[in-house]
Each structure stands twice: as structure tokens, then as C-alpha cells.
């Protein structure tokens, strides 16, 4: 069964949240953004405004673009509004619990025909879809940080998915002028299996002391040549997802190279969890980032 797209349901407005509307509306899809937090909805919009205003700075967009797309990005604090609709992205927090508590709330206001869908970047899909009425229309549809910059999405499948779905899928990635990759359904699919445990080893040699924060840095960034340094990509991603990505491999793959270092461990405790909180193996609530170690 052949299915067109046209609204789009996003539910967890934080940092990937937004930046799924952002592509969404300026793709010309009805958006509809929900969080369990309003202020984080409030601040969701204002970041899309901003990140917006930047493309039309460089050309890339014009005002009227981003007229347009704003225009079609609705909040809604309301599950029920923002599930009736034919594609539904989670993107809230990657706990496997908060997932599933998610789909089982929108369940009763899906369409019959909508597609489910999880930005989820470890946790396994079948399993996630094995709980929902529907894993033959559910898919991982896995974007990279930031969104609207990033040109990967990874479209996994679960092990129920069916053709439709993913024909679906793919055609809405290159709707909204996204390049896609097909990765089975092992933890962490493919960038982050890659990925992940380069970051986890970078804290290990920082943790051993080998090296500092800007030494660390400083040897990826100039010696082979990676755009951001691993301990600044970690604090960009947010240290509780990295943690949470490292367990789910270990876990997942029961091998102990993907055992996550301790002083993860201890920066999550700490509430240190990158950009997002303002601190983590930077310091960014002065304007310059600082090394915390
Ligand atoms: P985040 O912490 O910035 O945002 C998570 C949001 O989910 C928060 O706004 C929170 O209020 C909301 N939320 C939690 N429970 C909810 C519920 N029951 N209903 C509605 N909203 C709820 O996290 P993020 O970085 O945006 O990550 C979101 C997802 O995207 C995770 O699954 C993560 O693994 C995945 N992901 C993250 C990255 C990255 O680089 N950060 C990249 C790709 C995918």
C-alpha cells in the first residue's frame, strides 16, 4: 500500500527534536512538536527561529522559506494531537522505558495507516516495535546532530518491517533532501557502533591520563584530521546519550571492549553533560569553552 506523507508528529523537542520540525516544515510537511516539558517546547521554537535565520544569513533559504515553515510547526503539550498523523517520530530521551511509555500513550490517536518511527540511536527496533500494534509499519529513521547540517540518516529496519514502509521512508528522506544508509538492526546501528567507542576510548585516555582535554582534542583534530575533537563531539552529542549508547552495545553485544570508562560514568552522575547543560569536559557558561580536566 502506497502512502503519502503529509503530517508529521515529533515527539521530544530537545536538541534532535527541533531540528526533525526544522527539516520537516521547511520540507513542506505539517509539523506537529510535543514535549513533556513546555519550556522545552518554547525553547524548541526559538531555536528553530534562530538556526532558520542563520540559513537565510547564508543564502541558503529565503525569508519566505522561512515564513512558510514556521508556519506549518504547531506545539502541542497534547500526545493525542500530536499522534494522529501519518508519520510519527519519537525523539525523546534514549531510555528504553521512556520510548515505550511513548508509543503506548499515542497508540489510541494513530491513524490506522501511521507509520512509527524512532530516532532512537542504540535500542533495538524490533523490540521497540514489538510493542506497539503495528512493527510491520514501524522503523528506526536514525538523523545526525545538528539536523538541519547533517546529511546522513540511517533507515533501519526492524525485523517485521514491510516493503511499503521502508519505500515510505526512503522517499521522505529524499523529500526532505537527506542522503540515506540501510543499517541492519544491531545496537547502534552503524555510525554510532563506529563512533561511540572512538569517543569511550578518547575519555579512557583522558581517564588514564595520557593526555588532557585540549591535548586529546587538539592530536584528532590536526592529526587525523576529524572536524571536532572526540571530548568536544561527546559534549555536543550529550554525555548521558553517550553513556547510554556504550551500555546498550555492551550490553547488547556482551563484548567488554565496549565496557563505558568511568569518568563517563562520573560526568553523568555529575550532571555534567556537555553543551546542553553547560558544562562537561568543557565548561561553556563563560562564552569560551574551558577544559574541565
Ligand atoms: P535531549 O535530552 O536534548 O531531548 C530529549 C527530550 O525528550 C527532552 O526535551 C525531554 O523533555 C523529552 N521527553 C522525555 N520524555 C518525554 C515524554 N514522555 N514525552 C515527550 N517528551 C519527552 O535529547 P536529544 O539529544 O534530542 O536525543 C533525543 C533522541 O535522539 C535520543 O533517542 C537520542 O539517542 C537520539 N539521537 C541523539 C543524537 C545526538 O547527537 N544528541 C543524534 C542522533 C539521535
Known amino acids: 500500500m502506497g ?3 503529509q503530517s508529521v508528529g515529533v515527539v521530544g523537542a530537545g536538541q ?5 520540525a526544522h527539516v520537516f516544515a521547511l520540507a513542506g510537511y505539517d509539523v506537529r512538536l510535543n514535549d513533556r516539558d513546555a519550556e522545552q517546547l518554547d525553547r524548541a521554537l526559538e531555536r528553530i527561529e534562530k538556526n532558520m535565520s542563520r540559513q537565510v544569513s547564508k543564502g541558503l533559504i529565503t525569508e519566505a522559506d522561512k515564513a512558510d515553515a514556521l508556519a506549518l510547526i504547531k506545539k502541542t503539550p497534547d500526545i493525542a494531537e500530536a499522534a494522529h498523523v501519518d508519520l510519527l517520530i519519537e525523539s525523546a530521551t534514549e531510555r528504553e522505558d521512556v520510548k515505550m511509555a511513548i508509543f503506548a500513550a499515542a497508540q489510541p490517536h494513530l491513524k490506522p495507516e501511521t507509520i512509527l518511527a524512532t530516532n532512537t540511536s542504540s535500542i533495538s527496533i524490533t523490540r521497540l516495535a514489538a510493542r506497539t500494534d503495528r512493527p510491520e509499519r514501524f522503523m528506526g529513521f536514525h538523523f545526525m546532530n545538528p ?5 546522513l540518516v540511517e533507515l533501519i529496519r526492524g525485523i517485521a518491517t514491510d516493503e511499503a514502509t521502508f519505500d515510505a ?4 528522506v529524499v523529500q526532505i533532501g537527506k542522503t540515506a544508509a540501510y543499517a541492519e538492526d544491531f545496537p547502534a546501528f552503524i555510525v554510532n557502533r563506529i563512533l561511540l567507542p572512538m569517543i569511550n576510548e578518547a575519555i579512557y585516555t583522558l581517564y588514564e591520563g595520557v593526555g588532557g582535554v585540549e591535548a586529546i582534542d587538539t592530536s584528532m583534530k590536526l592529526g587525523a584530521n576529524h572536524p571536532m575533537g572526540p571530548l568536544e563531539l561527546a559534549d555536543f552529542i550529550g554525555l548521558d546519550t553517550c553513556l547510554a549508547i ?18 563517563l560514568v562520573k560526568y553523568v552522575e555529575a550532571g555534567w553533560l ?16 574551558v577544559p574541565t580536566r
Open 3 to 5: 502512502m503519502n506523507i
Open 16 to 20: 534532535m527534536g527541533n531540528g526533525i
Open 147 to 151: 539536523v538541519p547540517v547533517m546529511q
Open 169 to 172: 521512508l526512503k522517499k521522505v
Open 246 to 263: 556504550m551500555q546498550v552495545l555492551h550490553d547488547g553485544l556482551a563484548d567488554t571492549k565496549y565496557r563505558p570508562c568511568p569518568l
Open 274 to 289: 556537555g553543551r546542553k547543560a553547560g558544562r562537561g569536559f568543557y565548561d561553556y557558561r563563560s562564552g569560551d569553552p
